[in-house]
């Protein structure tokens, strides 16, 4: 007998389920309907937005795969950076944001409280902390280090510098360095790939390094970091979902799937850490993990 897979029955049904709404629609008002739909059995694909670190690529990377895979709901990834992905929300271009990291409050007061075409989803599973961090092995040589107000001392060593990523990102360092009367300057590497270059170079060497960075992220199961001691200018906070408010307002499994899918930090890192220590498609560091936990991504789905 031949054995169908649960996967092609839920497309197979997704198709028919569809076939019949679409006919529904002709018959209650078929001057209303779009005559391009007619036939169409394909579903519209959810629009993720993906900004760019690593950490969000794996989210994206695993909903993708499982809405394709499981729910038979093409995806399209939109790449783009944190300001834009509000706007491309709120006006629908995007559909998802799945994770965020607060650091434009004026953005979410915007859309989820004034305008109401962006709905919280809830957490992400995930605390995400950004700071100043140093290699480990220069830090428990000089551990004065990594109290700020010590840093005058190391300046020179430091090359009077707090090392960032790409130039678009959100950061307070300038402020920072102002308040507390620091001899340094920020100096971005370029992108997050250079960024992580550096830390990896003075991880192995144990050169002095001072950078922005963050965790979760991947690098930090490759390099040991140390967190500079800075008064609380970048608290952890529970990373947070966003739908377009239309988008779920329709509801269905997709949407129901969206608002449960949580994970933690190692999860995160593993996938991340194929995609961007292993150099592995999205596509196959998502089937490796999902394959892995199959309790998790059942959980999910419901």
């Not at 169409?40 to 909903?63: F, L, M």
């Not at 992905?85 to 859309?111: F, I, K, M, N, Y």
């Not at 001392?153 to 920072?176: C, K, M, N, S, Y």
């Not at 970048?234 to 307002?249: T, V």
Request: aromatic share 8%; net charge negative; with cysteine.
């Amino acid at each position: 007998m031949l054995r169908i897979s649960p996967r092609i029955r839920r497309r197979a049904r997704h198709r028919l389920l569809a076939g019949l709404g679409a006919l529904g629609l002709v018959l209650a008002s078929a001057c209303d309907l779009p005559g391009e739909v007619l036939g169409d059995d394909e579903p519209e694909p959810v629009r993720i937005a993906v900004t760019d670190w690593p950490g969000a690529r794996a989210n994206a990377a695993v909903v993708a795969y499982l809405l394709e895979e499981e729910l038979g709901v093409p995806v399209e990834k939109v790449e783009t950076d944190p300001g834009a992905a509000w706007d491309q929300l709120g006006v629908g271009d995007t559909q998802v944001l799945l994770e965020d990291w607060g650091a434009l409050p004026d953005r979410t007061r915007l859309h989820v409280e004034q305008r109401e075409d962006v709905v919280d989803a809830g957490e992400l599973g995930i605390e995400g902390h950004v700071g100043w961090y140093i290699p480990g092995e220069f830090a428990r040589a000089n551990p004065e280090v990594l109290d700020w107000r010590h840093l005058n001392d190391f300046a020179d060593e430091l090359r009077g510098e707090v090392l960032q990523a790409d130039p678009g990102f959100a950061t307070r360092d300038e402020a920072i360095i102002e308040e507390l009367g620091l001899d340094l300057t920020p100096v971005a590497a370029g992108s997050e790939d250079a960024l992580i270059d550096e830390i990896h170079q003075a991880g192995a060497r144990g050169t002095p390094l001072l950078a922005y960075f963050w965790q979760p992220h991947w690098l930090a199961t490759k390099v040991e970091l140390a967190e500079v001691e800075l008064p609380d200018y970048y608290p952890s906070i529970p990373l947070r979902k966003y739908l377009n408010a239309e988008f779920a307002e329709a509801g269905g499994e997709v949407v129901d799937f969206l608002r449960a899918f949580s994970w933690s930090e190692r999860d995160q890192n593993t996938v991340a850490a194929l995609i961007a220590g292993q150099g592995m498609t999205p596509g196959a560091a998502a089937e490796r993990w999902v394959a892995e936990n199959p309790d998790t991504v059942a959980a999910w789905l419901g």
